[in-house]
């Protein structure tokens, strides 16, 4: 792919900028780990496999996606960090999602994994250099530097967490 025929800083990256409200970086990644040791599980727990609505996901199943995802993010990263030279495939969330097991496992060991790839992936984001973090990434159609890749990791999980506080708390009745 030519660099003309990409697109730099797309639309959704807006909305991930958005989402973390001008943080630094390490600053949008710790707080995005504070988020997650701060999860009610009991509420989760009571929540249970309950939808707000048919054929939607489980926050089993939402958590399990957030990790799948981070997981995905970060393998693009070291593939650009490492100036590996290849372009990352896409991946279909729906199919990921429709053959997860996450309804079979509890909360708990969900916001476990959660936490401990977040502590992961900051740990691999500190020890990008600026040189780094500014690496050009280009995939699909997008271009972006490297740092946006962590910016979508957070951003991500805002926006999940948002649908999470929107949609399934009314369900803990």
Not at 114 to 138: A, D, G, N, P, Y
């Amino acid at each position: 792919m030519k660099k003309s025929e990409t697109k730099e800083n797309p639309e959704f990256l807006e909305y991930v900028y958005k989402l973390n409200e001008g943080a630094e970086l390490t600053d949008a990644l710790e707080l995005s780990l504070k988020e997650i040791n701060e999860i009610d599980i009991d509420q989760l727990r009571r929540i249970g496999l309950k939808t707000y609505e048919k054929d939607k996901w489980t926050i089993h199943k939402i958590l399990q996606h957030l990790i799948d995802w981070e997981r995905i993010w970060c393998f693009r990263a070291i593939i650009f960090a490492r100036g590996e030279g290849t372009i990352p495939d896409a991946h279909d969330q729906e199919i990921m999602g429709k053959n997860s097991n996450a309804d079979e496992l509890s909360i708990e060991q969900l916001v476990d994994e959660l936490r401990i790839v977040r502590q992961s992936t900051i740990m691999m984001f500190e020890s990008f250099s600026k040189e780094i973090l500014e690496t050009s990434c280009v995939f699909f159609e997008y271009e972006m530097p490297l740092s946006a890749i962590g910016y979508t990791i957070t951003a991500h999980q805002i926006h999940h967490f948002n649908i999470i506080s929107e949609r399934y708390i009314p369900l803990d009745k």
